[in-house]
C-alpha cells in the first residue's frame, strides 16, 4: 500500500529556512505524480509544488517559485522540500501527497501533516 510520513515541521524565525522530509512506500517515482500542499488555518488547500515521476521535472505556484524547492532520493524512497526565506504566511500544515499520473490533481494518497510555523 501507498504510505507517505512527513517530517521536519517546527518552528522558524522569518528569514529563516527548513526542509521537510516525506518517507514514502509502495509505490514506483516513475509511475506518480508527488505533490507537496498547505492548508494554513481557515484558508484553502493549495498546491506548494508537483513532481513528475515521468521525466522528473517539478513545477511551483509562483508566489514560491525561488523560495520552495523539491528533491527526491530514489534510493531512500524519500522526498523533500526545501524551504527558505520563510515568511509568517508560509505557516500552515505541509502534506506530501502521491498518485499514478502526472497530475497533482484529485490526489488519492496523503501523509497526515507536518505543521511548520514561522515567527515574525
Known amino acids: 500500500e501507498v504510505q507517505l510520513v512527513e517530517s521536519g515541521g517546527g518552528l522558524v524565525q522569518a528569514g529563516g529556512s527548513l526542509r521537510l522530509s516525506c518517507a514514502t512506500a509502495?509505490?514506483?517515482?516513475?509511475?506518480?505524480?508527488i505533490g507537496w500542499f498547505r492548508q494554513a488555518p481557515g484558508k484553502e488547500r493549495e498546491w506548494v509544488s508537483c513532481?513528475?515521476?515521468?521525466?522528473?521535472?517539478?513545477t511551483y505556484p509562483d508566489s514560491m517559485k525561488g523560495r520552495f524547492t523539491f528533491s527526491s532520493d530514489n534510493v531512500k524512497k524519500a522526498v523533500y522540500l526545501i524551504m527558505s526565506s520563510l515568511k509568517p504566511e508560509d505557516t500552515a500544515v505541509y502534506y506530501c501527497?502521491?498518485?499514478?499520473?502526472?497530475?497533482?490533481?484529485?490526489?488519492?494518497?496523503w501523509g497526515k501533516g507536518t505543521l511548520v510555523t514561522v515567527s515574525s
Open positions: 513532481f513528475k515521476g515521468s521525466d522528473g521535472s517539478t
Open positions: 509502495g509505490f514506483v517515482f516513475d509511475d506518480y505524480a
Open positions: 501527497s502521491a498518485d499514478a499520473g502526472d497530475y497533482c490533481v484529485g490526489m488519492n494518497y
